[in-house]
């Protein structure tokens, strides 16, 4: 008696089914929301078969991010509005498979800023690039079903009659004069090549001109202003483009344009710039020097009035950039602090990046405390003479 081979498992009965590729994890065009595993609209549980995770992940990590600039709300959306899902294939934007790869991409970078904006503090969420990506895939999308309802039909070939339709005995008849049958003009094809995005260079580049003109002129113009002009005269080609076609390049534009405001945004809210304080009494002596973005340069030796500083407190606090200060003998000194990545140089140790660090200033001499925090750069402290 034959045996049967065993039947091999199906993706849905194997326990131990492949894992996906990097190939297949690249692929945003395969993104399908989930019909079986849902909560609210699928959106979790697609992700966590196109990743082959637990959906619990994704979710969580969704809801976590609503609290960091709201980017787990717009990602959410996004995937509601353009992925389709997985039986009917058909999404509440119907977008071809390229432009939703490429709306997702923006998306997530629209994510990713919220997210650092809200984590690092200095610019809230780009909520008008938001705006100007819904407009577009609105258009988009509309743009899309009405190509489909006017699209000219397809003619095809006749079909041929079934042996039952055709009569038993069907009478000789001469054969008929052949007739030529209307062939329907193809239509034109649509015209190739990014012509809106040289119009779109050409406006930006004349629109900054006439902005630095107006800058120039002595008017309040934000540095911010220029990348934001870019990028709204990109949203508007677009919108443009969308209809008439012959966009190509502008979502690149757009992207870099994005990015430029956003930097721009951030370096307009932290103090950037070079401190050189050189006091000459105690009393000139600052509390606190603090700076987003440079560099802080502190040179105490030319205080005369030393004792004046005995039980003092200075601190020198700087994001990015170098921390140099300079104190004279005869002063006690303690150093205190450090930096996240760098490199840290007080009174010659040159080992760690924190720490706390003395030099003795001889009997009877001021005591003087320095506080330093500085996130990424160089902290070189020295004392007069000893170099």
Same mark, same amino acid.
């Given at each position: ?6 039947? #091999? ?27 079986? !595993? ?10 966590? =078969? ?8 994704? =979710? ?10 709201? #980017? ?14 997985? !039986? ?29 904006? !809200? ?6 969420? @780009? ?45 000789? #008849?001469?054969? +008929? $004069? ?9 239509? #034109? @094809? ?5 012509? /809106? ?5 050409? /406006? ?10 107006? !800058? ?5 113009? +934000? ?74 340069? /502190? ?24 921390? +140099?200060? /300079? ?37 009877? $001499? ?22």
């Amino acid at each position: 008696m034959s045996t049967s081979p065993p039947e #091999a498992p199906t993706p849905e009965t194997s326990s131990n089914g492949p894992r996906v590729g990097r190939d297949e994890l690249r692929d945003l065009g395969r993104l399908r929301r989930s019909r079986q !595993d849902r909560k609210i609209a699928g959106v979790a549980g697609g992700l966590a =078969r196109h990743f082959d995770i637990d959906p619990i992940i994704p =979710r969580v990590t969704l809801v976590v991010l609503v609290f960091f600039g709201g #980017a787990g709300l717009l990602l959410y959306a996004a995937c509601w509005l353009i992925v389709p899902t997985d !039986d009917t294939q058909e999404a509440t934007v119907r977008l071809d498979e390229r432009s939703r790869t490429i709306a997702l991409v923006i998306v997530g970078i629209l994510a990713g800023l919220a997210l650092l904006g !809200d984590s690092l503090g200095g610019w809230g969420f @780009p909520w008008p690039l938001a705006i100007i990506g819904a407009i577009v895939l609105a258009v988009t999308a509309f743009r899309h079903r009405n190509d489909e309802r006017w699209a000219t039909p397809q003619f095809g070939e006749p079909s041929a009659a079934s042996p039952a339709e055709l009569p038993a005995e069907a009478p000789a #008849a001469p054969p +008929a $004069a052949p007739m030529s049958t209307p062939v329907p003009t193809p239509a #034109a @094809p649509r015209r190739g090549g990014p012509v /809106l995005f040289w119009y779109a260079l050409l /406006l930006i580049a004349v629109g900054l001109g006439v902005l630095g003109m107006v !800058d120039l002129a002595g008017a309040d113009v +934000a540095d911010g202003a220029y990348p934001a002009l870019a990028l709204g005269i990109s949203g508007a080609m677009l919108l443009l483009g969308s209809f008439w076609g012959r966009a190509g390049g502008i979502i690149a534009l757009g992207l870099v344009s994005a990015i430029a405001t956003a930097g721009a945004t951030v370096l307009h809210d932290v103090e950037t710039g070079h401190i050189d304080a050189q006091p000459r009494t105690a009393s000139a002596v600052e509390d606190e020097y603090e700076l987003g973005l440079g560099e802080i340069e /502190l040179d105490l030796t030319r205080v005369a009035d030393l004792q004046n500083l005995d039980g003092r407190t200075i601190t020198v606090d700087l994001g990015v950039g170098r921390i +140099a200060v /300079l104190v004279p003998q005869g002063l006690d000194v303690r150093v205190e602090g450090g930096l996240e990545l760098g490199h840290r140089d007080v009174f010659g140790d040159d080992q760690g990046r924190e720490g706390t660090n003395t030099v003795d200033g001889g009997p009877q $001499a001021p005591v003087l405390e320095i506080e330093v925090d500085l996130g990424v750069g160089e902290i070189q402290i020295d004392r007069e003479g000893d170099n």
